[in-house]
């Protein structure tokens, strides 16, 4: 309990602050719910406003490093990790993992703001168009996917980011800010990073839903229209940005166009080495756009490329693989050693 006494000033102060931002926007407030200890570390809990989505405000919890308010490390700050899907870091084993992983001195410490998926998760976690300040709305079985995600989008990157960079000790730099999410929030997440790359750095991207497209006719409309491919064929390069992907073999069954690939997985391959269609249809990956790739972490386990797909072999489209991609994700993002 000492931990969460020493933290207790700075929950006062959440009460009290709040932030300004561009005259278009809205002062946003944050209110300290509780502040409890697990693993010899704090989490303080918000709700946080945001206009666009009143009268629903925004659950984050803040993950602070073991020893963050200790003497010591006072003039210490860290790099964050933000992550979607905040409400699945218990099933994901967020807080042990990060607890083995110090206790092996593997990773760096970090800071982690989980933010709770909104009420209409499928409307947040989406595509967006920053420079023309739209969403970018696909179609799916249960409805449109990502009708405001550039609403949630901006406020991620132009609210939450500098609030949390002014609350807490945080390195500022791009490169020491990564946007995590799995399955529509891993769209997000690779939404976050390459549309604002000024923002994040890095992304780590679970069984992104990659399948997202604007025509959902016919199988092959949809590898056509599919709105990641077209993100990345229409470039440009994203100076400095890194991504991990990652992928479980037996997420689906569905095989699009007959190549023995399961979707989830094929839809990020073409991601990141570019889709050539048998009827001559072609779209550009990452590969193309110039990024360093490496195809098959599992073998190679290096930090080295600027792109690196994971095969969880088995793995589900569950929160159980999610949740064995974690550990291998933050040794990629944050680790002290070499690989």
């Not at 709105?227 to 064929?233: E, I």
Request: charged share 15%; glycine share 8%; hydrophobic share 45%.
């Amino acid at each position: 309990m000492r931990a969460m006494h020493r933290h207790l000033p700075i929950a006062c102060l959440l009460l009290a602050c709040c932030i300004g931002v561009a005259p278009a926007a809205v002062v946003h407030a944050a209110t300290a719910v509780t502040a409890v200890t697990a693993t010899d570390a704090v989490v303080v809990r918000l709700q946080l406003d945001a206009p666009a989505f009143a009268p629903e405000r925004i659950k984050v919890a803040v993950y602070l490093p073991p020893g963050y308010d200790s003497a010591a490390a006072a003039r210490r700050h860290y790099p964050v990790l933000y992550a979607n899907d905040g409400q699945d870091m218990p099933a994901v084993g967020l807080q042990p993992t990060l607890a083995k992983l110090y206790l092996e001195h593997a990773i760096e410490p970090i800071i982690v703001v989980a933010i709770d998926m909104l009420a209409d998760r499928a409307s947040g976690y989406g595509l967006s168009n920053r420079a023309m300040a739209r969403s970018v709305t696909g179609g799916s079985q249960i409805g449109p996917i990502g009708t405001r995600a550039q609403d949630y989008s901006a406020w991620i990157a132009t609210i939450l980011v500098p609030y949390i960079d002014a609350h807490y000790r945080t390195r500022q730099s791009v490169h020491d800010r990564t946007m995590l999410g799995w399955s529509l929030g891993a769209l997000n997440a690779f939404n976050l990073g390459w549309e604002y790359p000024d923002v994040f750095g890095r992304i780590g991207a679970f069984s992104p839903s990659f399948w997202l497209a604007a025509d959902r006719s016919s199988a092959t409309a949809i590898e056509h229209t599919r709105l990641v491919q077209g993100m990345v064929d229409r470039g440009p390069w994203r100076d400095g940005l890194k991504m991990w992907f990652a992928v479980g073999t037996a997420e689906e069954a569905s095989d699009r166009d007959g190549n023995g690939v399961i979707d989830a997985v094929n839809d990020v391959q073409d991601v990141i080495e570019g889709y050539n269609g048998t009827d001559g249809f072609h779209a550009s990956g990452l590969k193309q756009l110039g990024y360093s790739i490496d195809m098959d972490y599992a073998k190679h386990a290096s930090r080295t490329a600027d792109v690196s797909l994971f095969l969880l072999q088995g793995g589900h489209h569950s929160q159980a693989a999610w949740g064995q991609m974690l550990p291998l994700f933050l040794l990629w993002a944050y680790g002290q050693h070499p690989m």
